[in-house]
């Protein structure tokens, strides 16, 4: 039977990364992954420039059944470490907004520098791994071309989202074989979607993006909302997604630091004549304007007709806009899962299962999600360092 020192599956972001980390610890290294391409996911990510770190990284930027579970890894393998090893690699970046650092170039740039510093290390692509079991003296991961025997395991398969580009539920099953708690699991940094009566106003704005402000179950966002064919998107509604839970109600500000109705009011005294529509244009995105006005059938009508009681309604409707979506666009096009493997169950400092000595879970399949903006893969890169330097 084949041996190695540590077999870590999946060659994503976390995968890639641990491997290069273990080397300093002279380790035989095999990464398996049954994709044919590695880290696709970085190649996708951050519209094609990788968002790959935040530089405000810090454990209130993820979500988890234990937000200090992630404290440890993060402070040991902090932004500035990975900016240092893209700076050697000589890859150009820039910080777009809010301490984001996404690359000048292609995010491939960020794949090539793993597989750099992973060198030395065997990647194994197209393999599919059949079973983990254990045995006295570690592992044994069966693939179709034979078996391995490992003492360490480390699983960084990341979690369920973009099935079409090779997510699977491994990591979960392994848990789960070998007694891990989970946290249960749903599509997260996800647009969300309507039903019929509420696509009323969405859908003829449909590309229209504007800044708003959403807070809900702990989260507040103020950034960009985008309308679509099905709902809403855009970073303000895919941040308030991970907060969401199916059937409850979101309130949104459409005009953030902007009272619409004291606005309307004012403009009655002075210019009573003009339509509501063109005031409101003045207020709000044109588009925007419209379609709230011709909402409240007052697409004509004149400001000085409106008693105080239906521009409240009207100002309501766009700095508290309730609606109730339906469902989110799912694993399809999910950025993250949230939830995964109990983080009672591993140890911070090693992420190795408690009761399973030697082997670790990494990156995203762990019950640690970040919000939107590059913290995902900075604990990606933190908790695979964590799990190679493991004694
Ligand atoms: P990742 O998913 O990267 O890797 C898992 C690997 O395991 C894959 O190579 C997969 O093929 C392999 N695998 C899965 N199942 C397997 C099986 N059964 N057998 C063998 N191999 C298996 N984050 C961020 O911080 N900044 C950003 O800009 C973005 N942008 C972004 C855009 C889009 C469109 C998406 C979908 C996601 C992002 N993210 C992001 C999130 C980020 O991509 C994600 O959190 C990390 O890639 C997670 O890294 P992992 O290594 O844990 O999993």
Redesign the pocket.
């Known amino acids: 039977m084949e041996h190695a020192d540590l077999v870590i ?9 641990c491997a290069g980390s273990s080397l300093a610890q002279g380790r035989r290294v095999l990464v ?4 044919r391409v ?5 190649r ?4 094609g ?6 530089l405000a990284t810090g454990p209130d930027r993820f979500l988890s059944g234990n937000p200090r579970f992630a404290a440890s890894a993060l402070a040991r393998y902090a932004p500035g470490a990975f900016v240092d090893l893209v700076d050697r690699a000589g890859i150009t970046w820039h910080e777009k907004t809010q301490g984001q650092l ?1 690359c000048d170039g292609k ?1 491939t740039q960020i794949t090539d520098m793993l597989l750099d510093r992973m060198r030395g290390a065997e990647l194994r692509l197209g ?3 059949e079973r983990v079991d254990r045995q006295a003296e570690g592992f044994v991961i069966k693939t179709p071309g034979g078996a391995i025997a490992a003492p360490r395991v480390v699983v ?4 369920k ?2 099935p079409k ?7 979960y099953d392994l848990a789960a074989q070998f007694g891990l708690r989970l946290v249960e699991t749903r599509p997260a ?1 996800v647009p969300l979607t309507f039903a019929e009566q509420d696509l009323a106003l969405c859908r003829p704005l449909a590309g229209l993006s504007v800044e708003a402000r959403i807070a809900h179950g702990g989260g507040a966002f103020h950034d960009a909302l985008l309308f679509t064919h099905r709902g809403l998107s855009g970073p303000a509604i895919l941040q308030i997604s991970s907060f969401w839970r199916a059937g409850e109600v979101l309130t949104i500000d459409l005009a953030p630091g902007r009272d619409i109705a004291a606005d309307l009011k004012v403009a009655r005294g002075s210019r009573g004549k003009a339509q509501v529509a063109t005031v409101l244009a003045q207020l709000l995105p044109d588009r925007l304007a419209q379609a709230v006005a011709a909402e409240a059938g007052l697409a004509q009508a004149r400001l000085a007709d409106q008693p105080n009681a239906r521009l409240e309604a009207l100002g309501a409707r766009v700095n508290r806009w309730q609606v109730r979506p339906v469902g989110t666009e799912g694993y399809r ?4 899962t949230l939830g995964g493997v109990d983080t009672r169950d591993l140890d911070a400092k090693t992420l190795q299962a408690r009761k399973v000595p030697g082997l670790a879970f ?4 762990v019950d640690v999600t ?1 919000w ?9 890169w933190a908790s ?1 360092d964590a799990a190679a330097r493991a004694p």
């Open positions: 599956l999946g060659a994503g972001a976390a995968g890639l990364f398996l992954d049954h994709a590695p880290a696709e996911k970085i996708i990510s951050g519209g420039r990788c968002n790959f770190t935040n996404f995010a393999t599919a791994i960084a398969t990341g979690g989202s973009i580009i090779g997510a699977t539920g491994l990591a940094l096009t999910a950025e993250v990494i990156g995203e399949c970040g939107l903006g590059g913290y995902n893969f900075q604990w990606a695979a």
